[in-house]
């Protein structure tokens, strides 16, 4: 009876062989375990971004206001635009007080701007009425409209300021006069106000 002996090229195969043989019946097990467990968790689907919460609105009117067609050109500076230059002007004026540049205003958000500063003028008129022109009263007649600190509004020494969700209605009033304008929030307001007040700093 002959014995097998293997040569050094059998032993190589037999030992791959056996490897992969090896290799094969982990992988079943594995599988076989896997499949046991039931299907694998699928990942949860990734969620949608959510949008930025709207800006709350106040003093708006009941009725939508008219808005008028947009004008074929804008005079310079208008609504934040960058304002003509002089040239009596010194060097770099622009870029040293572009922190005071406002933002652009749509017409849409205009006459919506323009309708609530009629609703502000009306309330404060009241208050002139009465007498009381204190930063309390003032704030009150505002709150009656629904603008509150959300709104970013600022009074102190007859100057009020509040941005509606659309523009923003700021002036001045006291016994001899009462100012409402409308206009964008500012890029850079006064730190510790509303969005609706020039910075009087400097670059």
Known sequence: ??????????????????????VAACGDERAGQ???????????PPSASS???PTPKCAQAAEPPAVPPSPSTSAPGADGGRPEVREDMPPNYLDNHAYRRQAPLSPENRARGEASAGLVRKELEK?????????????????????????????????????????????????????????????????????????????
């Open 127 to 203: 208050v002139r009425e009465e007498g009381d022109l204190g930063d309390e009263r003032i704030t009150a007649a505002l709150r009656r409209l629904g603008c509150g600190e959300e709104h970013g509004v600022h009074i102190g020494h007859g100057f009020y300021s509040v941005y509606t969700g659309d523009a923003c209605v700021s002036g001045n009033v006291s016994e001899d006069e009462l100012t409402v304008r409308v206009h964008g929030r500012y890029i850079e307001p006064q730190p510790g106000t509303g969005p609706c007040v020039r910075n009087q700093g400097g670059h």
């Open 51 to 53: 949008s930025a919460p």
């Open 1 to 22: 009876m002959r014995s097998s002996v293997l040569t050094p090229v059998g032993r190589t195969t037999a030992a791959a062989v056996l490897l992969a043989l090896t």
């Open 34 to 44: 896997a499949g046991s467990a039931g299907p694998s968790p699928s990942l949860p």
